[in-house]
């Protein structure tokens, strides 16, 4: 059964770097198909998509975050990660780790990490 | 960006009543080289991750109970949940997959009456 389990500070401070790992049991990202990705949820904005990568190379960013986000695979430990830069108190969320259904950008999500909350404070 | 509007915020049906959640999305997530809605529902219970229910507008995922049932197509897209149940207390998500970047929905809250 496959399983995604998020880890990393609850605290950032503005303007540094959020950073998570998301460990992924049950498969190996490097043989699989499928897209690995970010989403958040804040009570204000609900769910927010982040971005998603793929073994192949193949990544997608919201534009609104583009230039402030990476996400990148580490398949020697079956991780993979999100970082978001020049954070602001508008970054606090709970932050899920994905995997779509069907192996495309263009996809719904049937696997989610439990999440991970993580505030931006000073 | 596609915007999703989920409607309506909130509402409390009675064990055994039917549930009806709307979603109207901005432009049409009907892919017509496949004839496929890219629109999906979720549900949300406190503490715990969105689950996926249903793809392609109205296909249920397995081990759904077939209470629940999605239906539309283009722009317009209903959740239904025909005998309420203690255990669908939730907050119910729509998702379009058509475009980059994909959007949720505000979230509709159902509750017991």
């Known amino acids: 059964q496959l399983q995604l389990q998020e880890s990393g500070p609850g605290l950032v401070k503005p303007s540094e770097t959020l950073s998570l790992m998301c460990t992924v049991s049950?498969?190996?990202?490097?043989?699989?198909?499928?897209?690995w990705g970010w989403i958040r949820q804040t009570p204000g904005k609900g769910l927010d998509w982040i971005g998603i990568v793929a073994y192949k190379g193949t990544s997608f960013y919201n534009p609104s975050l583009k230039s402030r986000v990476t996400i990148s695979l580490d398949t020697s430990r079956n991780q993979f990660s999100l970082n978001l830069r020049s954070v602001t108190a508008a970054d606090t969320a709970v932050y899920y780790c994905?995997?779509?259904?069907?192996?495309?950008?263009?996809?719904?999500?049937?696997?989610w990490g439990q999440g991970t909350l993580v505030t931006v404070s000073s | 960006d596609i915007v999703v509007t989920q409607s309506p915020d909130s509402l409390a049906v009675s064990l055994g009543e039917r549930a009806t959640i709307n979603c109207k999305s901005s432009?049409?997530?009907?892919?017509?080289?496949?004839?496929?809605?890219?629109f999906a529902w979720y549900q949300q219970k406190a503490g715990q991750p969105p689950k996926l229910l249903i793809h392609w507008a109205s296909t249920r995922e397995s081990g759904v109970p077939d209470r629940f049932s999605g239906s539309g197509s283009g722009t317009d897209f209903t959740l239904t949940i025909t005998s309420l149940q203690a255990e669908d207390v939730a907050v119910y998500y729509c998702q379009q997959y058509y475009s980059i970047p994909l959007t949720f929905g505000g979230g509709t809250k159902v509750e017991i009456k």
């Open positions: 049950g498969d190996s990202i490097s043989r699989s198909d499928y897209y």
């Open positions: 994905v995997r779509d259904v069907r192996g495309s950008s263009t996809s719904c999500y049937d696997y």
């Open positions: 432009q049409s997530v009907l892919y017509s080289s496949n004839n496929k809605n890219y």
